[in-house]
């Protein structure tokens, strides 16, 4: 998320100087490390840091910070410090997520023309939208490309925080040592993350279903371009709480139990390595999920056929999960059983081809945004 020029000025009257967006690092027979990758919620950060060379990305450190429910800010401030000096990170320029309640994400249709015409129009729609100035609030927006060729006019998603939460953000990763060059929204990560499948020589055309905390997120990308941007009533506290009420347990163990045992029985193939009684939960969770989950698989359907509506035909090659799926396993296989689609968690040691100790898929977005600077120019 690009920074207002009303925001630029309240942080410069606080002593503030934000440095230039991250130069691309990937310079020929050149290894760089880029910027920290920072996403997550009140209750975790995750930190993922990448450095770019001529054999490729390198993960460069990773860490996770976990929050006690009610720690102040100090106590957050100086987590983070702690975990910035366990990882060794290298730096301290950052790339960071405004998430939840942050950020309000819409959808508006039928923009078009000149930049500076189109940037006036969003002004004016997210001002009848909000009931106070624009100048108090950060404002910024990313076009959604029409796949017919045919359409002079798009859609945008247009992302908007209060001016006060944006400072408060910068404020406490500044306290913990971390020197902010750009805040951007998870679509956006998400987006430079899966382009990257391209940059190894596929270009994907691909959906990828978000679970944050509260609300998540349906994306369709054709290659680069944000082709359809939707908003899900879909969270992961709240489907862990639904399992939680099913089986007669605490928010947090019912959480610690699908992440032990799945949301799905293993794949025939895997099922001899799992317990009889880990097999019989997964299949229990998965038979709790299943409306939820067949009311996804409809998001996507609808979506693929939206897609080629407006592609001729042509249709995303598969979907990607990320957010608090990656939590779950079995959560692809559960999809994927109820739609026409190949669907996979997205885990960017994976993606983008490095080592990691385990799968990942959690800090997806975290690593999207550090790669700003390293595969492209931000």
Known sequence: ????????????????????????????????????????????????????????????????????????????????????????????????ALEGSDVKLMVFDQLGGESEAEAAA????????????????????????????????????????????????????????????ALEIAPTATRRLVSALG?????????????????????VLWGRRLVLYRELEFGADEVEERVAKALELDPGEAAEMMRRHGVAPPAPG????????????AETIGEILKPSFYQL???????????ASRARGAAPDRAYLLGGFACWPGADRLLASLGPLPVHTLDPAATLGFEAPEADGEAAVAAGLALRGVLDDG
């Open 199 to 219: 940059s190894r020589g596929r270009e994907e055309n691909a959906m990828v279903l978000y679970a944050g905390h509260r609300r998540g997120h349906l994306i």
């Open 122 to 181: 969003v002004l004016r729609l997210v001002e009848e939208r909000f009931d106070e100035p624009v100048d108090r609030l950060v404002i910024d927006y990313l076009p959604i490309r029409d796949l017919d060729e045919g359409q002079e006019r798009h859609s945008a998603l247009v992302a908007v925080a209060h001016e006060d939460v944006v400072i408060e953000r910068l404020e406490g990763l500044r306290s913990a040592g971390l020197q902010v060059d």
């Open 270 to 281: 895997e099922a001899s390595s799992v317990s009889a009684a880990s097999y019989e939960v």
């Open 1 to 96: 998320m690009k920074l207002s020029e009303s925001l630029h000025a309240a942080l410069e009257q606080r002593g503030w100087r934000l440095p230039e967006a991250a130069r691309k690092l990937a310079a020929a027979g050149t290894s760089a490390t880029g910027p920290i990758g920072v996403h997550g919620s009140d209750a975790a950060l995750h930190l993922v840091q990448l450095a770019s060379s001529r054999s490729g990305v390198r993960l460069r450190a990773r860490s996770t910070v976990t929050f006690d429910e009610g720690s102040g800010s100090e106590a957050r401030i100086a987590s983070l410090r702690s975990a910035l000096r366990r990882g060794r990170f290298s730096g301290r320029r950052a790339v960071a």
């Open 297 to 307: 698989a409809d998001q996507l359907e609808r979506a693929r056929i939206y897609t």
